[in-house]
């Protein structure tokens, strides 16, 4: 399921700072904020494995981000090719950064129950950066794109599948969106030895925003390039939240310890997946 490198040039060619070489992994990153942050990273030299959901996709995203060590295919709904996907991370060596981008949208219009019978954005948002988090070779850095839409979200981590609630698609994201916080928070707390960061790009037109999205698209991939590959001691930190490489406050919620250790048993029960100390 790997593909190898080639396709054309990219024509922008945004400033980007230079640090020392880093390999770095990125979750959905055929498009979107994921591809966009690829391109900067090999711009400044660093390694980049991508990600797609299936072997069309990830050979379609090596031809949008020329330079690219290899692209990675694996649906991240289904329990079984996320770990697969992680395994084949393992397979590469070692990576300083793995940067949990990949997500689906708040427009979903009903609930779609996956392979494993789970909430589909349930699946893609939350359990699958849990199960790449535990099972992929633990890395310097974690970087995991939440969103504003956490603010507000449901707290109580009550049914968390969707199965007793009436389908709401902008609930289920903004939940998802807590849910990435509290698990950066979480693994933050458990390995001392990793930063684990959080973070939201804003409201920008990208697939999911929407073309009327207000927020600046340049800006939106810079702060999880800073936090995979900086020095800055701004940024080897860990349990913090940034927007636009600044700290932002989060919900309570998010660096709430009882509730992150109950996020972390679901997934674990919910996948069979335990989380390493």
Known sequence: RRSAAGGRTNNRSPRVERWAMSRIFITGSADGLGQMAARLLVQAGH????????????????????????????????????????????????????????????????????????????????????????????????????????????????????????????????DSKLH???????????????????????????????????DDLDAAPRTQVWLATSDDPEATVSGRYFYHQKLRAADPAVHDSVLQDRLIEACARLSAVPLPD
Not at 116 to 122: A, N, T
Not at 187 to 212: H, I, Q, Y
């Open 180 to 214: 990435d916080a509290m698990l950066a928070c979480a693994v933050a707390r458990r390995w001392c030895d990793a930063f684990a960061n959080a973070l939201e790009p804003g409201w920008v037109s990208t697939k999911m925003g929407g073309p009327g999205a207000p």
């Open 47 to 174: 390694r980049v494995v991508l990600h797609a959901r299936n072997p069309r996709r990830a050979s379609e995203a090596l031809a949008q981000v020329p330079g690219a060590e290899a692209a990675l295919s694996g649906d991240l709904s289904s329990i079984e090719q996320t770990q697969g996907l992680a395994e084949e991370v393992n397979e590469m060596g070692a990576f300083d950064a793995v940067i949990h981008n990949a997500a689906i949208g708040y427009r979903e219009p009903h609930r779609v129950s996956t392979v494993d019978g789970l909430s589909q954005v349930f699946a893609i948002n939350t359990l699958a950066p849990y199960i790449l988090t535990a099972l992929i070779h633990r890395p310097r850095r974690l970087i995991y794109l939440s969103s504003g839409l956490h603010r507000g979200a449901d707290a109580s981590l009550a049914d968390l599948n969707w199965e007793s609630r009436p389908w709401n698609g902008m609930r289920a994201y903004a």
